[in-house]
């Protein structure tokens, strides 16, 4: 005889999730405070309390945590794809995509730890929804922008942080360098000897001067949820209500930026051995 699957009432899964997420911002570095960043917070509180909804109802069901991870992924594509659409109803529907998109990515791990479900397949989609959500926002972000004022400096910088983001030299060296530590038969032994959770290797990394313009950079008009909704937030108001010429220059600026980046990152790896660094 089967015996009854047991089910977490709401407020106790509400509160593990809490307490999950909280623990997990803080490795990251990104406490959740609200007069250290009132936005992130904000945010925060609203992908916790509509992923708990989903995970909650999604226990009861066959949905696994891959499957929310897929929901993230489409709709990350599809908010992007109407961005571009050059349709007032489909732009709405677009930021409506983006802004909620969060919640999936906020519930899938919780539920695949819930139903016992955890994989590196998992990890590794989610990352990679990750990566398909920022190409389509600036594929949608430039597009847009290029049907409001038709001109075609938009599609052609568009197409070029496209390329700049994908063969950026640091990250194709990582990547590379991934690859022959897979190729090794002892891999588990030489990832455990990286440690990267190990809070002494970001302690003891030092970094260069360089590191830390282009971090500042990163962390200035970022991919993160805080800048992201606030572009879309601009968006919609320049499609229904006024005109907002400065749009512009925040595209300019993400392509600066991104440009930037993918010289210093090839100054580093090529001149100062950045990869190879201990």
Known sequence: MK?????????????????????????LGAEMNFFLSPYTYIKS???????????????????????????YIVLGLLGGLFLASNNKNLILLGALFIFTKSSFDWADGHLAKIKKQTSDLGKLLDNWGAHIGSY????GFG???????????????????????????????YQLAMQ???????????LNKLNFNNKL???????????????????????????????ILLILVDSFYLNIKFLDYFFY???????????V???????KNYLYKK
Do not use: P, W
Not at 136 to 139: I, L, N
Not at 265 to 271: A, D
């Open 3 to 27: 015996q009854n699957k047991k089910y977490l009432k709401f407020s106790k899964l509400r509160s593990m999730h809490y307490k999950r997420q909280i623990k997990s911002t803080k490795s």
């Open 253 to 263: 600026f993400i392509f600066f930026k991104i440009l930037l980046i993918f010289i």
């Open 201 to 231: 290797f970001f302690k003891n990394r030092k970094i260069s001067l360089l590191t830390k313009i282009k971090e500042f950079l990163q962390s200035f008009m970022d991919e993160r949820a805080r800048t992201v909704d606030f572009i």
């Open 45 to 71: 509180i609203y992908n916790i309390e509509t992923s708990a909804i989903i995970i909650f109802f999604s226990q009861f069901t066959r949905i696994t945590g891959n499957n929310l991870t897929s929901v």
């Open 143 to 173: 597009i847009y922008l290029f049907n409001r004022e038709n001109q075609q400096i938009f599609l052609i910088l568009t197409l070029l942080i496209i390329f700049l983001k994908a063969v950026d030299l640091k990250n194709y060296g």
């Open 180 to 190: 022959d530590i897979y190729q090794e038969k002892n891999k588990k032994n030489i």
């Open 136 to 139: 389509s926002f600036f594929c």
């Open 265 to 271: 990152g090839v100054y580093l790896t090529c001149f």
